[in-house]
């Protein structure tokens, strides 16, 4: 079982930045290639990065590519997701999950436990 708590969402002009966390529980973290997920009113949740177990590897939706940064801590058990150069179209319930493929993939339906989702609001 696992629980993930996600938090640093809230309200940035375009062009601003935010870090969002999502801190997780369990034993065996590490195992867990983990992603992020976004899901606007009216639109389907969509994949924004993932990164592998180790934090070797990483994944990007080309939209985000060279603006966004997903990191980890295994020690500290805490996924990040950095947004720098926000735009409106980025407004969304971000939402933090554990991978069941050892490669994560980009669907959400390769992944297992998720998080409450934070919202993340980017004014023009």
């Known amino acids: 079982q696992v629980q993930l708590v996600e938090s640093g969402g809230g309200l940035v002009q375009a062009g601003g930045s935010l870090r969002l966390s999502c801190a997780a529980s369990?034993?065996?973290?590490?195992?867990?290639?983990m992603g992020w997920f976004r899901q606007a009113p009216g639109k389907e949740r969509e994949f924004v990065a993932a990164?592998?177990?180790?934090?070797?590897?990483?994944d990007y939706r080309n939209s985000v590519q060279g603006r966004f940064t997903i990191s980890r801590d295994n020690a500290k058990k805490t996924v990040y997701l950095q947004m720098n150069s926000l735009k409106p179209e980025d407004t969304a319930v971000y939402y933090c999950?554990?991978?069941?493929?050892?490669?994560?993939?980009?669907?959400?339906?390769?992944?297992?436990?998720w998080g409450q989702g934070t919202q993340v609001t980017v004014s023009l």
């Open positions: 999950a554990t991978s069941v493929e050892v490669i994560p993939t980009t669907s959400p339906h390769t992944y297992h436990y």
């Open positions: 990164i592998s177990g180790s934090g070797r590897s990483t």
């Open positions: 369990g034993r065996t973290f590490s195992s867990y290639g």
